[in-house]
């Protein structure tokens, strides 16, 4: 076996690699990665992850599914982290006088001091930390990602508390119109309408899911899932399909618009507190590795680069 | 007709009564009920009256179902204010340069004014303004009050979205035994047990609903109704039947406890953030007026004084 059967971000033989499953309130985080100078939720993370395992450097770093914008939620996060036989170890020792005796120990234990790190009432917390799986690579793994759009117009119950999540707006949509166009543009397509450009990179993507929804509190949620997203692409194809919905954008333009694939001003893209990460689809265990292959093989090759912030 | 027929708080027939429906997130309000220097929902819903009826004296006051606590919730709060023939008038002009033109006028004006003076992301919202029916008064009228309580154990998604109004709980709560401790404390019973005492006050009550349910995302939900409750009660019935559900306290004890009607410290009174006020019950609007009366006529009998305050 040559090294060069192992891609750079596979751990070595000799770290663990952890699959943390994360969910955030995005309001007061400027998006996921890591700025100098700004709160951020990997910031945040990595700053308790220095923490946890402050006797064994250097501190785990995170690697994640979906880089969220500023003032985008979570229920799905997925991220992973690699520790080193040393970090490993310190997770089967109780944390003396901070947590319960008889406490679970290894792994597991990672989700459980992040949390106590943060407190209770913190804008961000670790659902489960667990032993990922051989060949696990949480951003390059990831096989389609799942978003929700929460819409209150003048015919849902508009409760404050969840005005943090929900979009509030004027009149009433057109919820069968929506669900239309929605439907209209799946498949794969070149997305360039709804992409906020990038140097190189490609907007070609599968959208696999898009439907739109009222609920019993009338409220209406956008449900989309596609391999990847290009960048404001879930918010640009909210926009769009809420301008059909207002009756300000006829049907058929839409879809014109997305052939034209320039950016327009026939729709908004919309402001960033109603969206939501809500799944990571991964493949079986047994095809995780050559997934993330061929992701990293995809990336590398000119004009597909950066499949996953949205 | 003699002048004794007519109760106090009847609006004059000159004046037109108004009945809103109004949702607040409680979290940075010390309840509802005006209080000199702190932040109530009363105090910023009266003094954006004030604003909206700033040519006409004396402003409105408002008269609520259900006068809650610091921190909790309302989803289906319910008051009342009496409006002048000159305030009422005012509401037929529009409010030029303020409002689009078109803008419906009438009573119904007030929920989109408030609103509008409150502004987007705000944490109380009115719902609605409409004329009340002949008799109707939001606290005398109401026949029954329902709050909700949210507990996310470790069987439940904890969402950080919704960290504001659900209690985070560790370990796993039994369902079953909470239900059947529920529903064993329907009825008419005194609840000296579950109130905080109030010199005079009866605590005798109607419990008609207390049921624990749990929903697709693993949260449990308390459903509680009755005519009214007293002060700390809903959420010292909570903590009773959680206490219950975390295998603290035999369900025997619960109604043993009830029976003697002290408080004790078998059982916590729950936080606020769980708990939602999410409806308010009136009668037929024949039986408005009748039920005001008697509701009065009750409250001035001795020890029977402020069936509302949760």
């Not at 000799?14 to 910031?43: E, H, K, M």
């Not at 036989?85 to 003396?96: I, Y």
Request: net charge neutral.
């Amino acid at each position: 076996m040559t090294s060069d059967t192992t891609a750079p971000s596979t751990p070595d033989d000799a770290l663990t690699r952890v699959r943390l499953d994360i969910a955030y309130d995005g309001t007061r985080f400027s998006g996921w990665s890591r700025q100098p100078g700004l709160r951020t939720v990997q910031g945040e993370l990595e700053a308790a992850l220095e923490t946890v395992f402050r006797r064994a450097t250097p501190a785990p770093t995170l690697t994640v599914a979906g880089r969220t914008d500023a003032g985008v939620h979570a229920r799905g996060q997925v991220a992973h982290l690699d520790l080193t036989p040393e970090q490993r170890a310190s997770l089967e020792r109780p944390h003396r006088g901070k947590e319960k005796p008889g406490a679970p120990t290894g792994v597991s234990a990672i989700a459980r001091r992040l949390n106590g790190i943060a407190g209770l009432d913190s804008d961000v917390y670790v659902k489960s930390a667990e032993l990922a799986a051989p060949g696990f690579d949480a951003r390059f793994s990831a096989v389609w990602r799942r978003y929700e759009y929460r819409v209150a117009d003048a015919a849902a119950e508009r409760d404050p508390l969840r005005r943090a999540s929900t979009l509030w707006l004027p009149g009433e949509l057109d919820l069968a119109a929506m669900q239309h166009a929605a439907e209209s543009l799946l498949g794969l397509h070149d997305w360039a309408t709804f992409c906020r450009p990038r140097a190189g990179a490609t907007t070609i993507r599968t959208l696999q899911q898009f439907a739109w929804a009222r609920g019993d509190d009338g409220v209406l949620t956008a449900y989309l899932e596609a391999d990847a997203f290009c960048h404001s692409m879930v918010r640009a194809l909210v926009g769009a399909t809420v301008a059909v919905g207002e009756g300000r954008m006829p049907p058929r333009r839409l879809l014109e618009l997305r052939d034209e694939r320039t950016r327009g001003s026939d729709f908004k893209v919309m402001p960033a507190k109603g969206l939501a990460l809500t799944e990571v689809g991964y493949p079986p265990d047994s095809e995780l590795a050559a997934r993330a292959d061929q992701t990293r093989a995809r990336r590398q090759a000119p004009a597909i680069v950066d499949p996953d912030q949205v």
